[in-house]
């Protein structure tokens, strides 16, 4: 007799269509593939778009303070920084009472974008093909879920 099994068999631990994991990731792909045509108008990535997201919500903060807000560390983001600066959003400059702490503002450009930007939550929002109550749900989930993964050594 054999111990083999054959793959329609294995574990469910050990399937693929199983791991929370996987769901998370192709729904990030997904995802992504929604925004990265809402954000070719705007001649934006996803991450660069998260960066302005947060440069809206409050002008003139430092690169640890960008990063805290996107769970990002400096050596990500500071290149995603220096390509929004080529395009002329934002601009970065030392911190005159802490020189190791670089500053990020927005250009008039960079405000500008903002308005363009204004269709695209509610693009996303359409393209979910949710309710609201659903997503806001959803959005809470998945927040206590990133808090409780934080906290796991």
Not at 14 to 30: E, T, V
Not at 61 to 84: H, M, W, Y
Request: glycine letters at 6%.
């Amino acid at each position: 007799m054999s111990t083999r099994r054959s793959p329609e068999t294995k574990p469910a631990p050990l399937r693929l269509d199983q791991q929370l994991c996987f769901s998370l990731y192709s729904a990030q792909l997904a995802m992504t593939k929604v925004y990265r045509k809402l954000l070719a108008d705007l001649d934006l990535t996803y991450p660069q778009y998260l960066v302005m997201l947060v440069l809206w919500e409050g002008d003139g903060l430092t690169v640890s303070q960008i990063g805290e807000r996107l769970f990002l560390d400096s050596a990500t983001l500071t290149p995603l920084l220096k390509r929004l600066e080529a395009a002329g959003l934002l601009s970065r400059r030392r911190a005159a009472e802490d020189e190791r702490q670089v500053v990020i503002s927005l250009t008039a450009e960079g405000r500008t974008l903002r308005h363009k930007a204004g269709a695209v939550p509610a693009a996303v929002f359409c393209a979910t093909g949710c309710e609201l109550d659903q997503l806001l749900e959803l959005k809470a989930q998945l927040d206590g879920l990133r808090a409780r993964l934080a906290e796991h050594p």
